[in-house]
């Protein structure tokens, strides 16, 4: 029996919607004779029509009573639990990742979802106030602000959806949603959910389609009340320039070049153990990842002893395959884009370690693989050491004590997480105190985070306010002051 190709479209006011005649095949990027599904990219039209959508849609939302919605909202996150080994499989089949980390992933997004909800639960909607005149009342009303645009990327298609999208309907805002053109049907399935949970029509919205043909319909649309981005600096940027001048609220979450820093009394095997996860899970490809190490010169040498050993053990293959340790990169594109790193750094006169090469064949399928790639004795200056690459290649660089180790953390455009290993309160203290990250670790992979707190980036990996925890309260309402006077007759 020959299986029918599944095609994925935009969802626009309760109905899916072909678009344009122009189509996208996804391609599994582990075994690229696979094709896992056509995409209808949509047009200007559809994405205009998606806004207007979402905006007729609002008050209704909005007049909802909180439980209502969170009770809708639980329900679709029920089903994303009952549908966890379908949904892990999606994400294998587009991103390349292995079916362990889809499965994370998958987790991850769940409890996201789950504490968003309580958190919107129980938010004081009505806080009381003092206005200082015992005639008046005063008091404070927290209350959604309208549509909200959600750009999320190819590498967690799932929870950087999910996590946009449960407080921003929580709180009472709807939505048009817009992931990466690599990854549609995870965000097509998790809409389903949505639907078949009782969503109203037009709350929830999705477009498919090239940023250039529908990213500047949608973000200047006069509907557009916030943005949450994920994604390039470069392209985050391009948004912050595009709505200055606008009341357009931004969560901006972008590039890193996250550092590790490993002191000489640390305990080597954590954060040998730590670095390599960090690194090379995804195949690289997270925003968290560990990009730099940064260690001391009195254990470099044990480090990258250490190092080489846990990082050759790794097996690169396709993602369902029981005992691959990384899968490919999600694309030709992102391949080359390490690839030319790598030869950078080589020229530059860092020394490999251990990998450098894209691998074609694994087992007899065609992909877009690439070794976990190790560079040692790379220096401040390289660009290897400043400039992101989101894949698996790591940069070691020495460091004279631990001053040494700070100015260079510090010595990129970017500030999203950061870690350090070592057994000294007070360098722990310095570090944390003076490291430019708006996340920071203390013998923890620079990847490690709870749904209860932020995630946001300083510097060029970040604008507004941060994702995640209680901030998305402030990102997805506003607040309105209310006084009263005394009412006239009796």
């Known amino acids: 029996m020959i299986m029918q190709t599944p095609e994925y479209c935009s969802f626009v006011e309760g109905e899916w919607h072909s678009g344009s005649d122009e189509t996208m095949e996804i391609r599994n990027p582990a075994n690229l004779e696979e094709t896992v599904g056509v995409a209808r990219m949509a047009d200007r039209g559809v994405a205009l029509e998606a806004m207007r959508s979402a905006s007729q849609a609002f008050l209704e939302w909005a007049r909802r009573p909180v439980g209502e919605r969170v009770d809708i909202l639980t329900r679709a996150v029920d089903g994303l639990e009952a549908d966890t080994d379908r949904m892990s499989r999606l994400i294998t089949l587009e991103n390349g990742k292995t079916v362990v980390e889809s499965g994370a992933e998958v987790a991850a997004s769940i409890r996201d979802a789950r504490y968003q909800l309580r958190a919107v639960r129980d938010t004081a909607w009505q806080v009381a106030g003092d206005p200082g005149n015992g005639e008046i009342e005063g008091y404070v009303r927290r209350e959604p602000c309208g549509v909200f645009l959600l750009i999320t990327p190819w590498n967690f298609p799932l929870a950087t959806v999910v996590r946009k999208v449960v407080p921003a309907l929580g709180f009472g805002n709807t939505v048009?949603?817009?992931p990466a053109q690599l990854t549609p049907a995870v965000?097509?399935?998790?809409?389903?959910?949505?639907?078949?949970?009782?969503?109203?029509?037009?709350?929830?919205?999705?477009?498919l389609g090239r940023g250039g043909e529908v990213g500047s319909a949608l973000i200047d649309d006069l509907n557009l009340r916030g943005i949450s981005f994920t994604g390039s600096t470069e392209v985050g940027l391009d948004i912050c320039r595009q709505t200055a001048a606008r009341q357009v609220r931004l969560q901006m979450e972008m590039g890193?070049?996250?550092a590790i820093v490993v002191l000489s009394d640390a305990d080597l095997e954590k954060a040998v153990d730590a670095t390599v996860l960090a690194a090379f899970s995804c195949a690289g490809q997270w925003c968290t990842s560990t990009s730099r190490a940064i260690v001391e010169r009195p254990v470099y040498e044990a480090f990258l002893t250490r190092l080489g050993a846990k990082v050759e053990a790794i097996r690169i293959g396709d993602g369902f395959e029981a005992g691959s340790g990384m899968g490919p990169v999600i694309s030709e594109v992102q391949r080359q884009v390490c690839v030319?790193?790598?030869?950078?750094?080589?020229?530059?006169?860092?020394?490999?370690?251990?990998g450098g090469k894209a691998v074609d064949l694994i087992e007899g399928r065609r992909g877009h693989f690439l070794q976990p790639t190790v560079f040692r004795d790379v220096t401040p200056e390289m660009e290897l050491a400043r400039e992101e690459v989101f894949g698996p290649v790591l940069a070691v660089i020495p460091a004279d004590g631990p001053e040494e180790a700070l100015e260079i953390a510090n010595a990129t455009c970017y500030g999203l997480t950061f870690s350090i290993y070592t057994r000294s309160p007070d360098w722990a203290d310095r570090f944390i105190n003076e490291v430019e990250a708006g996340v920071?670790?203390?013998?923890?992979?620079?990847?490690?985070?709870?749904?209860?707190l932020p995630i946001g980036g300083w510097r060029e990996s970040g604008r507004g306010i941060p994702e995640c925890g209680d901030e998305q309260k402030h990102f997805y309402t506003r607040l309105k002051t209310v006084y009263k006077g005394p009412m006239a007759g009796g």
């Open 340 to 354: 030319d790193a790598i030869s950078k750094a080589r020229k530059a006169g860092a020394g490999i370690l251990l």
């Open 176 to 178: 048009v949603m817009k």
């Open 256 to 258: 890193g070049k996250n």
């Open 187 to 207: 965000a097509v399935h998790w809409v389903r959910l949505l639907t078949d949970a009782g969503l109203p029509s037009g709350v929830a919205n999705l477009v």
């Open 440 to 452: 920071c670790h203390l013998n923890l992979p620079t990847a490690y985070r709870e749904a209860a």
